[in-house]
């Protein structure tokens, strides 16, 4: 298949950036290379985009997306919380700017093999890097009733969590759960019916849970951030598009936190802490998809962006 992915929020995704000519810029969920692309038609011939991705597929049909812009873009394999290190390797400590969209791509989600999508039956994968070893298959059939259910309610917000976990186990104590068909009728037996009928596909919480505890996601972002905002140069930018409360949340509040990093009591006439701001919040409110986008490409629907300029 075919590396396919509609760049969500793109032209207000790069238009955030404030692109500099010159500058060097870093997709760090390169993807299909959408972002990148647009990035790169804004350079000068002194300008540079480094791409980051941990799914060789993503990092096989970039290059080939952006190959026409030759030496100004540099493509790494790797983990974006690995960019400092990487970028260092390169002799790069400073960027003008860096784009961030999270969560699972649309050519994860319709490559059946990759196990990432509850509509259709494969083996449990769910892995966005493939050399990691471990599986969405690991997490169902090794984690206890308890660590199951931590996962489905703190990263799937799922109020039926208890009962899917108790579910799970039951069904695993009888046969090995192998595939998303398997753990999609499980799940569907641990609902409600009436629920089923008003409340969207049954397993779309779960099997988010499982993805975000596979690849650390929500940690890797929460580790990450503080040190992508002191990578930019003064009036770099970062963008961050999410797509659900949880990863929202954590961009939200670290990007608050840079802009307003005092300690001090309320009541303090002055900051005695001596916490300096790194920079601003550009976006008040998260940036939504237009009525236009939103026609175009309905898993846009959940997607917010969020800007924040170094000072």
Do not use: W
């Not at 860096?98 to 039956?121: E, M, N």
């Not at 579910?167 to 595939?179: C, D, L, Q, S, W």
């Amino acid at each position: 298949m075919v590396f396919g992915h509609t760049s969500v929020l793109l032209r207000e995704t790069v238009d955030g950036l404030n692109v500099r000519p010159d500058g060097i810029y870093v997709d760090a969920t390169l993807g299909g290379g959408g972002h990148a692309f647009e990035v790169c038609r804004r350079l000068s011939s002194k300008g540079r985009l480094i791409g980051i991705d941990q799914d060789a597929d993503a990092v096989q049909a970039a290059a080939k997306r952006l190959e026409g812009f030759g030496e100004k873009v540099t493509i790494i394999r790797s983990n974006y919380c690995d960019m400092k290190p990487r970028l260092h390797e390169l002799g790069v400590d400073k960027v003008d700017g860096i784009v961030l969209d999270l969560g699972v791509s649309s050519y994860q989600l319709d490559t059946a093999k990759r196990g990432f999508s509850y509509r259709a039956d494969a083996p449990l994968d769910m892995r966005m890097d493939q050399r990691q070893k471990r599986t969405a298959r690991d997490i169902v059939n090794n984690y206890s009733e308890s660590e199951l259910y931590r996962v489905i309610r703190d990263y799937g917000e799922d109020r039926f969590a208890k009962n899917i976990a108790k579910h799970i186990v039951a069904a695993r104590m009888k046969n090995p759960i192998e595939t998303t068909g398997q753990l999609n009728e499980i799940i569907r037996h641990a609902i409600p019916m009436k629920i089923q009928k008003t409340s969207g596909h049954p397993s779309k919480r779960t099997f988010q849970a499982i993805r975000i505890e596979l690849n650390q996601e929500l940690d890797v972002l929460k580790n990450s951030l503080d040190d992508m905002i002191d990578m930019l140069t003064k009036g770099g930018r970062i963008c961050i598009i999410t797509f659900h409360s949880l990863e929202d949340r954590i961009v939200k509040g670290i990007f608050r936190k840079n802009e307003n990093p005092c300690t001090c009591p309320p009541d303090f006439p002055v900051c005695v802490c001596g916490k300096e701001p790194k920079g601003k919040v550009i976006t008040r409110k998260p940036i939504l998809p237009s009525e236009e986008e939103l026609a175009e490409n309905s898993r846009s629907k959940s997607a917010k962006l969020r800007i924040f300029e170094r000072h």
